[in-house]
């Protein structure tokens, strides 16, 4: 990064006013903003949701909605952006910048081909003609890294996988060989393993381009990994920006060092996270003074009264009073932020003296496809889990780790259902499911509860939070007055007022309407509480606070949990023992610790070396295992390892050791401490 | 099932009912109603039977308030009697007819199955059986069983089309997550009918409700008009207005009177269901758009209730009211 390289894009004093609705004040979602790109560098903007990130970016190119008004200087090599006609701005989108979105399913038109949008593209630009705009779309393609690019030019959109999509989004987006990308969120949708792909793929479209790269992100990780450089914005504006090993080893402003402190690691072993308290502001009506002042420990009264500019020197900047005294001291996050103690886990020896919990062996589910819209018959089955072994003891975290498709909901949702299974055995306490009377399962569904992914969904919008939180009770006929007790209790547990019993789901953040769905799962006392995902919607700093929540309450109640997630870093950081999902079935489990550092399953090694480390040095020293392509589809039973499609290691071995992946599949040997469903896990 | 219904959504849900003023006010004037329809035929001593010839089709006097009709009935007490019989028809038809499709369509599309197809093909049943045909048939065994079975067949022919809308929302509800949970949680599902499905249909019932009052008093006079219901010498409100159509031009106080009555009878009812449907959902306030007349209603509202320092306001009042 030579700061001699000329500005490409500079953006000056950027303003975004949303008229305000209902005749409620103006929001102001981008409050002065100053970026500077230069060429062919990457420049990362991370942010929570609601800081201004993508409305920046989206202003930009001119793609805001009506109800928007933008202020201030958007100029590309010397020319403003910012008033220029429509027809203008057209010539220079997909021209000079191109965009990649966040989600690839609603960017491409579901009615044309594939190679047809490509084209279009090209020929919007550049005077070609159809064959000639055709045979690039097929070098795009092929560039991006989608196998067969003659057959993928006449896919529909709705054939590709979620991963593909996006490069073929990258392909249309760099089809005029653009100055600047601007990718806005581009792997948030995605799996982490399709994650690192497309991260790939952006790199090398850079690289073949020499685009400037514009990487908008919530992720730390991805930020770290991709950027030269780095904006953090909070409440609209940016608070700091630094070269990206500067930023991350020596932030000069509170917010970045909290977010830093706050995302859980790959690398790093539990211990209580580093919460940022209280919420983002509503930018309508912003008071005086630094907007992250009811937040910052740091804040004093000289905050409150006028907001600090952006200042510092040699390109590392920082919107902070106390930026110099960061700057001297280097604070660790923990030093800063007050930490909640966690009171200390008991951590028994010998796990198999412990009661078991939960018990899941050679666990089935399939689903028919149905075809024919009159009579409906099977042409098929899907398998989404097919042999799945589970095993939580008392006091345990088990996290249930796998990408999208590969049966986590199916099995969840069968472990939930409390009824036979298709094939294999579910024991909840001690009790096959199989063999249970109606009532006995009534009475059981009082050890088993979930909480859910989204915390909006899964709280009834019409039912006032006190109500939502008796459910459980009322289900399990508790009397009235020991529910009306025990909610102001439940409430103060998971950090909320007794006296919001009153108020609905709505007037809660996402962070306290995730607290509420713990409420109500804790009401009845569970051994066993089932987390889907309970923090992948949320944002980071969010996230911290109910993850120590999660690992106070664990300790205090004696409670198991089913960790669901597909966020590697949260599971190393909560949970005691892992169970990795590969295509309906477990392919390694063990200790958490011995997993992570050690895996055995190439699976688990993938999945791993994908997921990037909000740290660049360590980022830059890693060896990444990319796995080619998507995992295949469960309409058919593969003979042999599922996992021989993509695997790096069948790739090495010889003909002997192939034959036998691809005719014996691997058993997981449930009974050792760690174990893996591979015939060569062992070296 | 009622019985244990939630008391505090029903608390919140009350006091957000009585703090609307759409609702008190149609509320009163709901009341005033049915105290003019059974109260105020003492008022005059004339009967709704009774005939003076010596006034036929006579404008509103001191002697017939509002006026004769043809043969000399008096138009007020007429018009009492009317809607004595109206106010309870269009309030039972309509909460009969939206009680069984909510119940009909809710657990047709929550049980789904076997359940849905018995239920679906009996609302289609119903939906393309005519129903004159199936009411001349009945009507001579009802014909003495007053006015209540009048109620229950008005009812059963107004319910079907609700009853398929609202199958069609539980079938979306039912995949709700917090349906899932309340499922996982062992909650029965006719209490998650209850409570989570059936107050997520709540606005569009509601709607529903308030229309079919005003359908049910203008359906029982095409009842009527086929023998069968208010028979004369009684009279509705519909067979009043459905008689002083013709003579509205020429004999206004035969048609207006009776007219006038409905139209604030539904409108009443149209303000009650309002702010029921407002009441019912918490994010009323917050998520609708309200036109340039409610927002200066909500502005005054506001700094009324500014004055008295009201709490729980939410915070959109308290920006009218500073705006």
């Given amino acids: 990064m030579t700061t001699t390289a000329t500005e490409l894009l500079t953006v000056r004093d950027l303003r975004v006013d949303f008229a305000g609705a209902r005749g409620r004040g103006t929001v102001t979602a981008v409050r002065g903003v100053d970026l500077t790109l230069r060429r062919g560098e990457t420049l990362g903007i991370v942010g929570e949701s609601g800081s201004g990130k993508s409305v920046t970016a989206l202003s930009v190119l001119g793609l805001l909605p009506g109800t928007a008004a933008v202020h201030g200087s958007v100029t590309l090599d010397g020319r403003e952006l910012i008033g220029l006609p429509p027809g203008e701005l057209t010539r220079i989108r997909g021209r000079r910048i191109a965009m990649v979105f966040q989600d690839p399913l609603s960017a491409f038109t579901p009615v044309y081909r594939i190679g047809d949008q490509i084209a279009e593209a090209v020929r919007a630009h550049q005077k070609t003609d159809k064959t000639a705009a055709r045979r690039r779309a097929a070098e795009l393609l092929d560039l991006v890294g989608i196998p067969d690019p003659q057959r993928a030019l006449d896919s529909f959109p709705h054939e590709f996988s979620g991963g593909m999509r996006q490069r073929a989004m990258i392909a249309m987006a760099v089809a005029n060989e653009p100055d600047i990308l601007l990718a806005d969120e581009p792997t948030t949708a995605l799996d982490v393993t399709i994650q690192a792909q497309v991260l790939d793929v952006l790199r090398t479209a850079q690289r073949e381009t020499g685009a400037a790269l514009v990487l908008v992100s919530h992720d730390l990780g991805v930020i770290a990994q991709m950027a030269d450089r780095v904006a953090v914005m909070y409440a609209g504006r940016v608070v700091e920006t630094a070269p990206v090993d500067e930023l991350f080893g020596a932030p000069r402003h509170p917010y970045t060092l909290g977010l830093i402190g706050a995302v859980p690691r790959l690398d790093r072993d539990g211990g209580p996270l580093v919460p940022i308290p209280g919420n983002p502001p509503a930018l309508v009506d912003l008071p005086p003074g630094c907007p992250f002042a009811p937040r910052c420990p740091l804040a004093g009264d000289d905050c409150r009264t006028a907001e600090p500019p952006l200042t510092g020197s040699d390109g590392h900047q920082a919107a902070c009073l106390r930026a110099d005294r960061l700057a001297a001291e280097r604070p660790a996050p923990a030093d800063v932020y007050p930490v909640p103690p966690l009171p200390p886990a008991a951590r028994p020896v010998d796990r198999s003296r412990l009661p078991q919990v939960l018990r899941v062996t050679g666990l089935a589910k399939t689903f028919p496809v149905l075809k024919g819209t009159v009579v409906k018959r099977k042409v098929g089955e899907v398998y989404a889990v097919d042999g799945v072994h589970l095993d939580i003891r008392r006091g345990e975290t088990l996290g249930l780790v796998g990408e999208s498709g590969s049966g986590k909901s199916t099995t969840l949702f069968e472990i939930l259902g409390l009824t036979a299974p298709e094939a294999g055995r579910i024991e909840l306490l001690g009790q096959d499911t199989a063999a249970l009377s109606r009532e006995a399962v009534h009475r059981l569904r009082a050890q088993l509860q979930i909480v859910f992914q989204d915390p909006m969904a899964s709280l009834d919008p019409r039912l006032p939070i006190g109500d939502i939180i008796a459910e459980p009770l009322q289900a399990q006929r508790a009397p009235r007055e020991r529910i009306a007790a025990l909610i102001p209790e439940l409430l103060t547990k998971v950090g909320l007022e007794p006296a919001h019993a009153a108020r609905y789901p709505h007037e809660f953040s996402g962070g306290q309407r995730q607290r509420v769905s713990i409420a109500r799962a804790l009401a009845v006392s569970p051994q066993l509480l089932v987390l889907d995902e309970p923090v992948s919607a949320l944002d980071v700093s969010i996230q911290a606070g109910v993850l120590n929540l999660l690992q106070e309450l664990k300790a205090t109640l004696d409670l198991s949990y089913l960790f669901v997630s597909h966020d590697l870093s949260v599971i190393r950081h909560l949970a005691d023992r892992v169970s990795v999902m590969y295509l309906g079935r477990t392919v390694e489990q063990g200790p958490v610790a011995e997993v992570f550092t050690t895996a055995r399953h190439p699976y688990t090694r993938a999945l791993l070396s994908a997921v990037p480390l909000p740290d660049p040095a360590a980022e830059r020293g890693r060896t990444r295992i990319l796995l080619p392509g998507d995992p295949p589809s469960p309409t058919s039973r593969p003979v042999g390892c599922a996992f021989r499609t993509r695997c790096p290691l069948y790739a090495t071995l010889g003909g002997e050791q192939r034959s036998r992946c691809e005719q014996q599949a691997p058993a997981l040997d449930t009974a050792a401490e760690h174990g893996a469903a591979c015939h060569w896990g062992g070296e | ?323």
């Fill in chain 2, 1 to 323: 099932m009622a019985g244990d219904a939630p008391r505090s959504r029903g608390r919140l849900v009350l006091a957000r009912l009585l703090a609307s003023p759409g609702v008190v006010i149609g509320g009163g004037i709901v009341v005033l109603l049915f105290l003019l329809a059974f109260v105020g035929p003492y008022l005059t001593h004339w009967k709704y039977t009774d005939i003076d010839y010596t006034a036929l089709r006579q404008p509103p006097s001191a002697q017939h308030w509002f006026g004769t009709a043809g043969l000399g009935q008096d138009v007020y007490a007429q018009t009492l009697r009317g809607l004595q019989k109206s106010l309870i028809i269009g309030l039972l038809v309509a909460l009969l007819s939206t009680c069984l499709a909510g119940l009909v369509g809710a657990c047709a599309g929550y049980f789904g199955g076997w359940t849905d197809r018995l239920l679906i093909f009996f609302v289609d049943l119903m939906l393309v059986f005519p129903s004159f045909l199936i009411i001349t048939i009945v009507s001579p065994r009802l014909k003495n069983s007053g006015w209540l079975a009048f109620v229950v067949l008005l009812a059963a022919f107004n319910w079907m089309i609700t009853a398929r809308v609202v199958r069609s929302m539980t079938i979306s509800l039912k995949e709700r997550e917090f349906v899932r949970a309340a499922r996982f949680m062992g909650v029965r599902p006719l209490r998650i009918i209850w409570r989570h499905i059936l107050p997520n249909c709540a606005s569009y019932l509601i709607v529903d409700a308030t229309i079919a009052v005003g359908a049910a008093v203008m359906n029982e006079t095409m009842l009527s008009y086929f023998g069968f219901g208010v028979q004369p010498p009684d009279v509705s409100l519909g067979t009043l207005i459905a008689d002083g159509t013709d003579s509205a031009p020429t004999y206004p106080w035969m048609f207006y009177f009776a007219a006038g009555l409905l139209v604030l009878f539904v409108l009443a009812v149209n303000l009650v269901g309002d702010g029921l449907r407002d009441a019912l959902d918490p994010t009323a306030a917050a998520g609708r758009r309200p036109s340039r007349r409610t927002l200066r209603a909500l502005r005054r509202r506001a700094a009324a209730t500014a004055a008295v320092g009201s709490r729980g306001t939410p915070p959109a009042l308290d920006a009218e009211g500073t705006a």
